[in-house]
Nanobody
Framework: QLQLVESGGGLVEPGGSLKLSCAASGFTLDNYAIGWFRQAPGKGREEISCINYPDRTTKYVDSVEGRFTISRDNAKNTVYLQMDSLMPEDTAIYFC????????????????WGQGTQVTVSS
């Protein structure tokens, strides 16, 4: 069974940091593009970052550029999202998704989704 499991969410004060993990089981992430998405209350799911395959280039939505960093550790079969300078508007459920051999992480093309992890930024 192909699974992605997110972890690392929680409650943090504005300006704080969190590091999310997305661990794969049942398959290797080597040949997949991995995206991080989030869904805030009352809003749709948005892509915020992607590390593609095979180029391994990264991209970010403007609202997180310079604050968030996506990375992958193939030895651990895990992708990370380092989130710094968090703001209340970053509050959302964060999901990772994997798409086979892709230069993009379009939500409608995702092959495997994680279950999500809650991030709450509040004082």
């Amino acid at each position: 069974q192909l699974q992605l499991v997110e972890s690392g969410g929680g409650l943090v004060e504005p300006g704080g940091s969190l590091k999310l993990s997305c661990a794969a089981s049942g398959f290797t992430l080597d040949n997949y593009a991995i995206g991080w998405f989030r869904q805030a209350p009352g809003k749709g799911r948005e892509e915020i970052s992607c590390i593609n395959y095979p180029d391994r280039t990264t991209k970010y939505v403007d609202s997180v550029e310079g604050r968030f960093t996506i990375s992958r550790d193939n030895a651990k079969n895990t992708v990370y999202l380092q989130m710094d300078s968090l703001m209340p508007e970053d509050t959302a459920i964060y999901f990772c998704g994997a798409v086979w051999w892709s230069l993009a992480c379009v939500g409608t093309s995702i092959d495997v989704w994680g279950q999500g992890t809650q991030v709450t930024v509040s004082s």
